[in-house]
């Protein structure tokens, strides 16, 4: 990123505050949750018994800083082995969908997430670091579903503690 383009996130942060919220659930558990840009959705999970069944819950905003953190927060944290992706995805940033670029392609040499159709999904975590990522988890796409319902079948179906 440029110059203009840190400035414009720092300027943006400060207008337009984002918390980073993330609740973490049941330690046994080997499922994460993402319910992308769904505040709602993480809302609700966060208040039923879903959170007991799983590891945590969070969202993610960015294609390149939110998923940088997110690796690198399921490779220190080995009994992570299933994401739930979920909920609507960032309009714009797309961090679902370069998420899943990530997970099924990887970076090209200038860490350009391939396949990313989003605006800036460059990343600063390692081709090590990815590897790890692919080889530990598995991603279960189901970006755009907002019913809770559903979402508790999969939880339910995904669950292993």
Same mark, same amino acid.
């Given at each position: 990123?440029?110059l203009?383009?840190n400035?414009?996130g720092?300027i943006?942060?400060?207008?337009?505050p /984002?918390?980073?919220?993330v609740?973490? +659930?049941n330690?046994k558990?080997?499922?994460? #949750?993402?319910?992308?840009?769904s505040?709602?959705?993480?809302?609700? /999970?966060? @208040?039923s018994?879903?959170l007991?069944k799983?590891?945590?819950?969070g &969202?993610l905003?960015s =294609?390149?800083? +939110? #998923?940088? $953190?997110?690796? &690198?927060y399921?490779?220190s944290?080995? @009994?992570? =082995? %299933?994401?739930l992706l979920c +909920?609507?995805? %960032?309009?714009g940033h797309r961090s679902?969908h $370069?998420l899943?670029n *990530?997970y099924k392609?990887?970076?090209?040499?200038q860490?350009r997430i #391939?396949?990313s159709?989003?605006?800036?999904?460059?990343?600063t975590?390692t081709?090590?670091e990815?590897?790890?990522? !692919?080889? !530990?988890?598995?991603?279960?796409?189901?970006i755009?579903?907002? $019913?809770i319902s559903?979402i508790? *079948?999969? /939880?339910?179906?995904?669950?292993? /503690?």
């Amino acid at each position: 990123m440029n110059l203009i383009e840190n400035l414009a996130g720092e300027i943006c942060k400060i207008i337009l505050p /984002i918390n980073e919220e993330v609740f973490f +659930g049941n330690p046994k558990s080997s499922l994460a #949750i993402c319910t992308l840009s769904s505040m709602n959705m993480l809302k609700e /999970i966060v @208040n039923s018994n879903m959170l007991s069944k799983v590891a945590l819950v969070g &969202r993610l905003f960015s =294609e390149n800083k +939110g #998923i940088d $953190s997110l690796v &690198r927060y399921v490779i220190s944290n080995k @009994n992570l =082995e %299933t994401i739930l992706l979920c +909920g609507k995805d %960032t309009p714009g940033h797309r961090s679902g969908h $370069s998420l899943l670029n *990530l997970y099924k392609n990887g970076v090209d040499s200038q860490g350009r997430i #391939i396949g990313s159709s989003s605006p800036d999904p460059i990343l600063t975590i390692t081709e090590s670091e990815i590897l790890e990522f !692919q080889n !530990q988890v598995k991603l279960i796409d189901e970006i755009d579903e907002t $019913s809770i319902s559903k979402i508790k *079948l999969s /939880i339910n179906a995904a669950v292993k /503690i």
